[in-house]
């Protein structure tokens, strides 16, 4: 059985919109990273994860949840898919979103 290959979603305006926002974890301003998602959303071997599947975090963030050692690899997930969740929320509700870019189903979280 063959599956369709994905077509992933790239946003050079989304990405800078991201990082724009202050950190969705910690709520620091100034070093802000959009933070791709380490697995679901398109994510393949040595390919980042789709540009809507992006999370405002500051630089400390960002290392901590992809590699951090204080945490467990699940607690890492939940806080870069909050952080997720407030981006696309934050980002939505201001009217920023990219028209052209689909908002990802909140119910996509965790899968893959």
Same mark, same amino acid.
């Given at each position: 059985?063959? *599956?369709? =290959? $994905?077509?992933?979603? #790239? !946003?050079? =305006?989304?990405?800078?919109?991201?990082?724009?926002?202050?950190?969705?974890?910690?709520?620091?301003?100034? *070093?802000?990273?959009?933070?791709?998602?380490?697995?679901?959303?398109?994510?393949?071997?040595? &390919?980042?994860? %789709? %540009?809507?599947? &992006?999370?405002?975090?500051? @630089?400390?963030? $960002? /290392?901590?949840?992809? /590699?951090?050692?204080?945490?467990?690899?699940?607690? #890492?997930?939940?806080?870069?898919? !909050?952080?997720? #969740? =407030?981006? @696309?929320?934050?980002?939505?509700? !201001?009217? =920023?979103?990219?028209? %052209?870019?689909? &908002?990802?189903?909140? !119910?996509?979280?965790?899968?893959?």
């Amino acid at each position: 059985m063959k *599956f369709p =290959k $994905h077509q992933y979603i #790239r !946003s050079k =305006k989304l990405l800078k919109l991201v990082a724009e926002l202050e950190c969705q974890n910690c709520g620091r301003w100034g *070093f802000t990273q959009a933070a791709h998602a380490n697995r679901g959303g398109g994510r393949g071997k040595g &390919i980042k994860a %789709d %540009d809507n599947w &992006i999370a405002a975090l500051c @630089v400390y963030c $960002h /290392q901590e949840i992809d /590699q951090g050692n204080r945490l467990t690899r699940e607690q #890492r997930w939940q806080l870069w898919e !909050s952080a997720h #969740r =407030k981006t @696309v929320d934050r980002l939505t509700k !201001s009217g =920023k979103w990219p028209v %052209d870019i689909p &908002i990802p189903a909140v !119910s996509e979280c965790g899968n893959g």
